[in-house]
Nanobody, 122 residues
């Protein structure tokens, strides 16, 4: 199983970015896909997840209303649309996958992408 994250970059406060996570290697119909992030000097934290089947989503309070997670089944790709970005959103963003059941705990995810850096300037 491989996860390839992309789409990071530099943006000003209030701007938007869309991250992508392309999944390959197996059928993900029963998987949960998530985004986590690690800010400088901080531990990795949960951002959002989506159930591949059905599309149920869940967000961290810090991003609720600003970020949207979605998936494209045909492309085996999960997206994180980020809007109204703040300097505190600056972090390396990781996509992850696990089998069945949503979770906000990074230790429960089996597969990880390499991370993509998002920098929000004030």
């Amino acid at each position: 199983v491989q996860l390839q994250a992309s789409g990071g970059g530099w943006v000003q406060t209030g701007g938007s970015l869309r991250l992508s996570c392309a999944a390959s290697g197996r059928s993900f119909s029963s998987y949960v896909m998530a985004w986590f992030r690690r800010a400088p000097g901080k531990e990795r934290e949960f951002v959002a997840y989506i159930l591949w089947a059905g599309g149920t989503t869940y967000y961290a309070d810090s991003v609720k209303g600003r970020f949207t997670i979605s998936r494209d089944n045909d492309k085996n790709t999960v997206y994180l649309q980020m809007a109204s970005l703040k300097p505190e959103d600056t972090a390396v963003y990781y996509c992850a996958a696990r089998r069945r059941g949503g979770s906000v705990m990074d230790t429960t995810y089996e597969y990880w992408g390499q991370g993509t850096l998002v920098t929000v300037s004030s």
